[in-house]
């Protein structure tokens, strides 16, 4: 059983950033991705990252510029360093982890708000 556990949500003002983090149970290097997607209000799950084990990272539109994902095999983690928030990034932001079926973390709230 994969379990993915999201810290690092929290209120933050507009400009400001935040980094959230996916703690993994067991080794992350069997997944052949890994990624953050969020949820706003109202609106359905859209991807923000991904990070996959062969190939170059993607982001969405968004998120280009930044926020910057990046994993460390050691420790069973995969990051989300988020600059230059703005309100419109309020959202539940989720981890996920692909190997031959997906996984979700049960999601960490971050508010852009002044």
Do not use: H
């Not at 996916?22 to 052949?32: E, V």
């Not at 991904?50 to 990046?70: L, M």
């Amino acid at each position: 059983q994969v379990q993915l556990v999201e810290s690092g949500g929290g209120l933050v003002q507009p400009g400001g950033s935040l980094r959230l983090s996916c703690a993994a149970s067991g080794s992350i290097a069997s997944f052949a991705s890994m990624g953050w997607y969020r949820q706003a209000p109202g609106k359905q799950r859209e991807l923000s990252a991904t990070v996959p084990v062969v190939g170059r990272t993607n982001y969405a539109d968004s998120a280009k510029g930044r926020f910057t994902i990046f994993r460390d095999i050691a420790k069973s983690t995969v990051s989300l360093q988020m600059n230059n928030l703005r309100p419109e990034d309020t959202a539940v932001y989720y981890c996920n982890a692909v190997r031959t079926e997906q996984y979700w973390g049960q999601g960490t709230l971050v508010t852009v708000s002044s």
